[in-house]
């Protein structure tokens, strides 16, 4: 497993932009898949976004266009543009790794956006 500490979130009103942060501990942060998932207030847990190790990268249809993943491997981060930001958005954001399990296997503490109208 990985450690994994994101950062970023905060308070922001509709239609603006934030970017989210997921620093990576150990040296084979450029063999994972990397993703961020959100839970909003009394819902599941979903699925947001990933980037592979080659870069190639899945949405969800509902942040498709406005938010954007990416990765810097020397750097060991991943990150999440997000814009046009909607009050739906609001969720506590966490960073995941799959380390080769076929699975996200480790994740972050979460950080929290909180999207106004």
């Known amino acids: 497993q990985v450690q994994l500490v994101e950062s970023g979130g905060g308070l922001v009103q509709a239609g603006g932009s934030l970017r989210l942060s997921c620093a990576a501990s150990?040296?084979?942060?450029?063999?994972?898949?990397m993703g961020w998932h959100r839970r909003a207030p009394g819902k599941q847990r979903e699925f947001i976004a990933q980037i592979s190790r080659s870069g190639s990268t899945n949405y969800v249809d509902t942040v498709k266009g406005r938010f954007t993943i990416s990765r810097d491997n020397a750097k060991n981060t991943v990150y999440l543009q997000m814009n046009s930001l909607k009050p739906e958005d609001t969720a506590v954001y966490y960073c995941?790794?799959?380390?080769?399990?076929?699975?996200?296997?480790?994740w972050g503490q979460g950080t929290q956006v909180t999207v106004s109208s």
């Open positions: 150990g040296s084979t942060f450029g063999a994972n898949t």
């Open positions: 995941a790794a799959n380390t080769g399990r076929g699975y996200f296997d480790s």
